[in-house]
T-cell receptor
Framework: KNEVEQSPQNLTAQEGEFITINCSYS?????LHWLQQHPGGGIVSLFMLSSGKKKHGRLIATINIQEKHSSLHITASHPRDSAVYIC????????????FGTGTRLTIIP | NAGVTQTPKFRVLKTGQSMTLLCAQDMNHEYMYWYRQDPGMGLRLIHY???????AKGEVPDGYNVSRLKKQNFLLGLESAAPSQTSVYFC????????????????FGNGTRLTVT
């Protein structure tokens, strides 16, 4: 079993829909990262969180440490949100290793 | 402010050839990383550096070497390329957090697509 599991693997939605992408992990962590990878390949850091909730524009990230689960929400989705969304966790053993999920490919149809 | 710059963007090598990928960051970050990304797998750490003159092995270091002679540059070398090293390579950097708590956003380069035939 992978340490970081994302669901769904692929998601297609209509413009304007509310999107939820899930990330579950199996180890104790000090932080969880959400990243966005556009079709051109570049990777951008969206959020880093260790508790609670963070919001940036139409994006919201939440984490439940007890349940080892995080969600990324997109409100009023737009075709430009089409990308691969990647969850990564840093374990709380103090090393520098981030473990990455395999990503969720999101396609927003106009 | 360029952020993290990787060169080259694309490269095709024959088996046994060598090459060096260059990563440069202008944000004065202490930490730098090299990852590879393969279909169906998450990013995997090859080597990393926690400061100028230091390097350490990641999950998949075999077949690669690195050097961090200057704080702003992190070089990834392939001494004898193999088809299994066909991948997309990403460099990333981050600043240090409080001692003992390195939790900082990662800044990625745009990737290098390497094909070994």
């Amino acid at each position: 079993k992978n340490e970081v599991e994302q669901s769904p693997q692929n998601l297609t939605a209509q413009e304007g829909e509310f999107i939820t992408i899930n990330c579950s992990y199996s180890v104790g962590i000090s932080a969880l990262h959400w990243l966005q990878q556009h079709p051109g390949g570049g990777i951008v850091s969206l959020f880093m969180l260790s508790s609670g909730k963070k919001k940036h524009g139409r994006l919201i990230a939440t984490i439940n440490i007890q349940e080892k689960h995080s969600s990324l929400h997109i409100t009023a989705s737009h075709p430009r949100d089409s990308a691969v969304y990647i969850c990564a966790v840093r374990s709380n053993f103090g090393n520098e290793k981030l473990t990455f999920g395999t990503g969720t490919r999101l396609t927003i149809i106009p | 402010n360029a952020g993290v710059t990787q060169t080259p963007k694309f490269r095709v090598l024959k088996t046994g050839q060598s090459m060096t990928l260059l990563c440069a960051q202008d944000m004065n970050h202490e930490y730098m990383y090299w990852y590879r990304q393969d279909p169906g797998m998450g990013l995997r750490l090859i080597h990393y550096s926690v400061g100028e003159g230091t390097t350490a092995k990641g999950e998949v270091p075999d077949g690669y070497n690195v050097s961090r002679l200057k704080k702003q540059n992190f070089l990834l070398g392939l001494e004898s390329a193999a088809p299994s090293q066909t991948s997309v390579y990403f460099c990333a950097s981050s600043y240090t957090g409080p001692p003992g708590r390195h939790n900082s956003p990662l800044h990625f380069g745009n990737g290098t697509r390497l094909t070994v035939t």
